[in-house]
């Protein structure tokens, strides 16, 4: 059993990212359902897709605060000793291994959700001679960002869904039903994505830095990122390979990312003779939601991959 959802939740760096979310639910009157007043479980979500899974799933039986602020690249987050402390008093922090050493560490595995065992993972991008001689104890075998695959992500939800549902069982049913509702919005961009890239005129993505392996996976295309995370610097070997590989599957679009310096791909797409264009990998909170700004990023993928349908 879960122990109570503890009620000392304190103001703190968290809370303005919170607020700014979850005041649109409603002036905070007394809801007979939802027990004392300031009852709701406490759902820490690590970065903001899981924020956006978490807010659609929790609704207002919920109250969800992401760790990672907007605008702040999630990669390597470090956490203040008062967000330690916060994560070890919510009810639930949603988070995937892999992507925040210090998330994955102060986490309770009793009160935490890693979104990356509700799904099938493929292994982390193949370029790892770049790491040779570093220190990497928290690298996983998989690469973590499983959230750019929507099929994937509405596994996520579904799973999500029971896990809440079982933390607080009074509000089970509400939980089923949001989780069911994300799944299937999820089915319907999966399937957006499905037709949109089914026939292109390349297959190559070219990628500021490898967050779209899962989204390859899925629509059958293939991933070339400049580098496996947004703090690493591409070594003059592998920008050589990139740009020789991007001649070679002709292609004419290098993508930049809003959260990383654009300079990079920009260097390398004029190497090859390719413009650039952000494609965004939802590591951060886009200026609409996780569906529409999924949306725009298959505009983009169609316009530089050139799909015809
Ligand atoms: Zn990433």
Redesign the pocket.
Known sequence: MMSGFSRSWTVGLLATAALLTTTACGSGTADTSAGSEGGKPEVIAAFYPLQWLSEQIGGSDTQVSVLTAPGVE??DLELGIQQVTQLKNAALTVYIKG?QPAVDDAVDPETSFDAATAVQTIPAGEHEEEHAGEEHDHEVAYD??IWLDPARLATVATKLGERLATADPAHAQGYKDRAAKTAATLGTLDQEFSKGLGACRTKTMVTA???FGYLADRYGLKQVGITL??ETEPSPTRLSEVGKLAKAEGVTTIFTESLVSPKVAEVLASQVGAKTAVLD?L?SKPSGDFVSAMRDNLKTLQTALGCTS
């Open positions: 999630p990669h992507i973590p960002h830095h490898e967050a995370d947004p990998p590591e």
